[in-house]
């Protein structure tokens, strides 16, 4: 996929592949350039842009390098290793001065991007549309240690059935 088809998409995009592929680079790649305006929309308003990992530790290393690289471009945007992509999908029309004037603007609002688990962000809709789903507005998710110990405890009676209906 070359770098102007990856970071001018049009719609929503997965990815998705092993440890050690580049995910993360690409990832951040496609924020940045959804932020300062390296697609043929424009910058994207970052309270739209919802980033999500399995690990709450990969959400913030997220995070933290999609915030040094937009810094670095509202600094010296040729300091940035995205640069380059950005200057292929946005064309030479683009001066360093505009890109580190967008770069200013994305990064005083990229705190409204969303960067987390995909559990924190499906959290997140459960809540919002508790009522829609049935649920009453006072409803609690279980904790992570509790569903394991409800999972233990129906495991062991199960087991503890299994056993009385078949000692052997």
């Known amino acids: 996929m070359s770098t102007a088809s990856l970071y001018a998409m049009p719609r929503n995009l997965v990815l998705a592949a092993s440890a050690g592929t580049g995910k993360t680079h690409a990832l951040v790649g496609v924020v940045v350039h959804l932020l300062v305006g390296g697609r043929a929309g424009g910058p994207v308003d970052p ?4 980033a999500t990992t399995f690990s709450r530790k990969a959400a913030a290393e997220i995070r933290a390098r999609v915030t ?13 290793v995205y640069a380059a992509g950005l200057r292929e999908v946005m064309g ?10 967008r770069a200013r603007k994305a990064l005083a609002r990229l ?3 969303r960067f987390g688990t995909l559990h924190s962000f499906a959290t997140g809709i459960v809540q919002r549309y508790a009522v829609e789903l049935g649920l009453g507005p006072g409803f609690d998710l ?3 240690a509790d569903a ?9 009676r199960a087991l503890e059935r299994r056993l009385e209906d078949s000692p052997d």
């Open 92 to 101: 030479p029309r683009v001066s360093d001065g505009e890109l580190a004037k």
């Open 111 to 113: 705190p409204q991007a």
């Open 148 to 156: 394991r110990a409800r999972a233990d405890d129906a495991i062991a």
């Open 142 to 144: 279980a904790t992570e």
């Open 47 to 50: 309270s739209r842009i919802v």
């Open 68 to 80: 040094s690289e937009v810094e670095r471009l509202a600094v010296d945007p040729s300091a940035s």
